[in-house]
């Protein structure tokens, strides 16, 4: 990593208030801009997120924006109404109140004086959700956004639901996180000492846990088509550079951009990395200069400078080498590869049957309830435990069908599909496929997964019951990935019909009967012949602004980020884990933020009602004597047969004292989970 010191343009940085259309709300925003004498108007580039300018997202912030400011542009961090320092209540996420406000950053940044009138958006994760969604609305100004880890299906490809089904594990985890991180204070320094508390209370007694809405809504309806950019990709006007990384949930959305966006105003670029920015070096690796390349990108729409990045392939795509199981890499071993359009014609679709010669005319596939332990985390951001082990346990309480060994290399790029022929013993039920690439040791490591809630399986937006007894074909995508598959190895799929706690069971225990004579994979193979007389695709090496010089502190004992126990007697497994967002740390403020959570996912290996899923936090921000505030939230997740049943609670403290201190129950029926 280099880190650039000086710059050919004097940056400074101003907090200031920015007033939204109601004429009540202001947001909070910091501003780092070129101030040489007589400097000219420059573009502004806005970031706008929930997360705490002044503390947790500081680091992160320090690196990239005085960077942009360096390099001619005004870059914005705003924080979202009822989030750190701006005022207001906090409210769903991605409301429409959001993005109206969004809007009104956007106009109000277009008229400052310092301003050419263009503007840009960028984001990771929720501030990549906001850029597609504020650029579906069309403000004038905005011209241009990099959209990195999100996206454009709020329903399908989020922390919610995946093919249809209840996504346990961030299901209960994200909305956890979230009311801890909603119940979060403004800081005095910003919004001064006589109103930081009226402030917090008002937003305190405003809460209410995104849980309840989540899973009031199990199918995809219009609360999901809201905010859901696939719903009309023509109302983008703007230049889109969408991000993602293989190790990333949402990487899919990457595909389907460049596919439905017109060609002269999208690029996509998908590497082997986590949910993180590309430049930061968190494992897997390689890092990429990825300021210097999005700096191609806005000089190119906000500058009118002719940088060559709309001359780069529609899609440049990181294909992994073949690896041997791991929960972390540094580098991933590969390389890089660009593709003029996409759907590619230089990827084609291989179809392999599941039956083999001695496979029986019919097998049951009836997994224990802990299948899916092995799975690792949802969204790895880096950390040492968090890529899928070797699967040959997850793979052992699954049904496995393996190609004999290869006699060549195959590689694949984009989503491969699965063809069951199925019947389910029960009206409800799931399926999930993973393909892995087995060693000739024996060794299994998971090269992409998917899902289908077979009630799902005519479409999201209904739930249609199975009738036992008949048996139907079934196809679904799994996640997309681009992989090498070596010759000696054997492709393997492995099936199942429990993956906890990715996807919440059902209320009943079932099984399901496939024919593999009438069940194929669909892998989309790439002919490598298609990288001849292309120019290699290159990238810089990393470079960002010094770092900000924030303490990190140990804990005292520390404990697994995940840890897995099993409970003989009881048949209970159950998991643990640290998110591990960066613990405590001090701030060259003085501010000493401490941050503890855990998550606790139980299940019965013959029970699906033993589910349980919970989710604890500890926040607490100080500043000398000064200031103290505290936040402990619980949320936990449970189900009978007919309904989910929701717990949370909330207790915020000055000082030692309760602010305020909230509980809600909830039940909601199953309707499709």
């Known amino acids: 990593m280099k880190y650039r010191e000086h710059f050919d343009r004097q940056v400074t940085r101003d907090d200031v208030w920015i007033p939204t259309r109601d004429g009540r709300t202001r947001l909070h925003a910091r501003i780092w801009r070129p101030t040489d004498a007589g400097t000219a108007p420059v573009p502004a580039l806005l970031e706008y997120l929930p997360y705490r300018k002044t503390d947790w997202t500081a680091p992160r912030d320090a690196q990239r924006h005085p960077w942009y400011a360096g390099h001619g542009y005004a870059s914005v961090r705003v924080d979202i109404r009822g989030h750190g320092d701006s005022e207001g209540t906090p409210g769903d996420e991605y409301d429409a109140q959001e993005l109206a406000d969004g809007v009104d950053v956007v106009n109000w940044l277009a008229r400052q004086p310092w301003c050419t009138g263009k503007v840009g958006m960028f984001g990771i994760s929720w501030g990549g959700f906001n850029s597609l969604q504020i650029a579906a609305l069309a403000p004038e100004p905005l011209k241009a956004i ?34 801890a991180f909603a119940s979060r204070p403004p800081d005095p320094t910003s919004v001064g000492r006589s109103r930081w508390l009226p402030m917090w209370r008002e937003r305190l007694e405003a809460l209410d846990p995104f849980l309840h809405t ?39 959305t990457v595909l389907r951009l460049v596919e439905h966006l017109p ?11 986590s949910h993180q920015y590309p430049d930061r070096g968190l494992p897997p690796g390689p890092a990429i200069g990825f300021l210097q390349e999005t700096l191609r990108w806005w000089d190119q729409h906000l500058k009118d400078e002719d940088t060559g990045i709309m001359r780069e392939p529609l899609l440049r795509a990181w294909i992994n080498d073949p690896v041997p199981p791991a929960t972390s890499y540094d580098v991933m071993p590969g390389r890089w590869v660009g593709e003029t359009n996409w759907p590619s014609d230089a990827v084609g679709w291989e179809t392999r049957p599941l039956g083999q010669g001695d496979t029986p005319g019919a097998v049951v596939v009836r997994s224990p309830q802990h299948t899916g332990l092995d799975a690792g985390r949802f969204f790895p951001f880096g950390n040492a435990s968090d890529l899928p082990p070797d699967q040959r346990e997850e793979d052992g309480r699954s049904v496995c069908f393996d190609s004999q060994p290869l006699d060549e290399r195959v590689e694949i790029l984009g989503r491969p599909r699965v063809r069951l022929r199925l019947d389910s013993a029960t009206p409800r039920a799931h399926v999930i496929a993973r393909i892995c690439d087995v060693a000739p040791d024996g060794s299994s490591t998971l090269v992409t997964r998917g899902v289908l809630n077979l009630l799902s399986r005519h479409g999201r937006d209904r739930a249609v019951e199975w009738n036992p007894g008949t ?9 997309s990935i681009g992989y090498a598959l070596p010759p000696g190895h054997r492709v393997r799929v492995a099936v199942s019909d429990t993956y906890w706690p990715w996807v919440w069971p059902h209320g009943e225990r ?20 298609s990288d001849e007389g292309r ?14 010089p924030v303490e990190h502190e140990r804990a005292a004992e520390p404990t697994p980020e995940r840890l897995v126990t099993h409970d003989v007697a009881k048949g209970e497994w159950t998991l643990e884990v640290d998110p591990n967002y960066g613990g405590s740390r001090v701030y060259p403020d003085g501010l000493r933020y401490e941050e503890s959570a855990r998550e606790t996912y139980r299940i019965r290996s013959d029970d699906p009602l ?30 009978t047969a007919a309904e989910f049943i929701m717990d949370s609670r909330m207790e915020a403290r000055a000082d030692g004292e309760t602010v305020v201190k909230r509980t809600w129950h909830r039940t909601t029926p199953r309707t499709s989970a």
């Open 535 to 548: 120019a290699p695709i290159r990238f810089e090496e990393p470079e960002q602004a010094p770092p900000l």
């Open 610 to 639: 033993s589910a349980r899923a919970v989710s604890e936090w500890t926040i607490r921000l100080r500043r000398g004597d000064d200031w103290d505030a505290e936040i402990i939230t619980r949320t936990e997740l449970r189900a």
């Open 471 to 479: 048996y139907e074909t079934v196809e679904f995508e799994l996640n």
């Open 214 to 252: 989540w899973l009031a809504h199990q199918q995809r309806d219009d609360y999901w088509r809201h905010g859901s950019v696939c719903e009309d990709y023509a109302a983008i006007d703007a230049a889109v550079l969408a991000v993602g990384g293989w190790n990333d949930p949402y990487r899919d």
């Open 510 to 529: 079932g099984g399901l009967t496939v024919l593999p004579a009438q069940s194929a994979v669909l892998l989309p193979v790439r002919d490598p012949a």
């Open 146 to 179: 990099v959209t990195v880890c999100s996206t454009d299906d709020r329903y399908d490809n989020d922390v919610h639901y995946t093919g249809g089904a209840v996504l346990g594990v961030d299901m209960l985890a994200w909305a956890g996180t979230m009311l």
């Open 263 to 273: 060609e002269d105003r999208v690029r996509g670029l998908v590497g082997p990395w």
